[in-house]
């Protein structure tokens, strides 16, 4: 699958498949209520029956599509990055060199961030919340990024690295410039830190000379 094909289905890859016979706009009516509620009241003070009530469900019903408030906060961070996956999408894309998307997918990525501030900071207390989170599959960005790196080391433009690898190790740069610029210091330097991973990037991935060309 290619990166833009990878990008357009993000949304379909990362819903979490639900009960038998579960209504998915219920489910995602008791996500979306979970990430208001995390992201406004924190983590530790929302409770299951506070999600339900904002949802308009019974209690009962958030446990038939979640075991707990973890599994909760998985299925809000999968949510999110589903989001993000398809800010990185604009057709223009497509257009330029490969060599020359870095940054406009870089841009994409901050900008969605730079709205969004609590949902970034909220991301980066899940390390400690989630106990069994290293047991998880592979969120469908590590796909994205993968298939992204893949269809660059085919068109030649990308050097011939391990791209699941390299795909664990983008995704942990980015990732973690996110939220030191969006939860440590609330974006004022967004502009440098895209600056900086593109260039870390390209240095990194592109082939000599191709990261020089315009």
């Known amino acids: 699958m290619s990166t833009n094909e990878t990008l357009r289905n993000a ?21 979306k209520a979970a990430r208001v509620m995390f992201t406004m009241d924190g983590y530790e003070a929302t ?14 019903t958030v446990y038939l599509y979640f075991q707990n408030k973890n599994d909760l906060l998985s299925a809000v961070k999968s949510d999110w990055e589903a989001e993000v996956l398809r800010s990185l999408w604009r057709s223009e894309l497509a257009e330029l060199p490969f ?10 990525v901050f900008d969605i961030c730079a709205r969004h501030h609590n949902m970034v900071q ?9 106990g069994k989170w290293s047991s998880a599959p592979p969120p469908p960005i590590y796909a994205a990024l993968k298939a992204f790196l893949d269809e660059g080391v085919a068109h030649g433009s990308l ?24 939860g440590a210091e609330q974006g004022k330097h967004k502009e440098l830190y895209i600056d900086t991973l593109v260039d870390a990037i390209n240095r990194w991935l592109v082939k000599p000379g191709l990261a020089d060309i315009g």
Request: net charge positive; glycine share 8%; charged share 20%.
């Open 11 to 31: 949304h379909k890859v990362a819903d979490h498949e639900a009960a038998p016979g579960a209504d998915a706009k219920k489910r995602q009516a008791i996500v």
């Open 122 to 130: 909220l991301m980066g207390m899940q390390a400690e919340m989630i």
């Open 47 to 60: 409770t299951m029956a506070k999600v339900a009530q904002r949802a308009g469900v019974a209690v009962g």
């Open 159 to 182: 050097r011939p690295v391990d791209t699941t690898a390299a795909a664990v190790a983008l995704y942990a740069m980015v990732n973690g410039t996110l939220l030191h610029c969006f």
């Open 99 to 108: 060599h020359l998307r870095v940054r406009p997918m870089m841009e994409g």
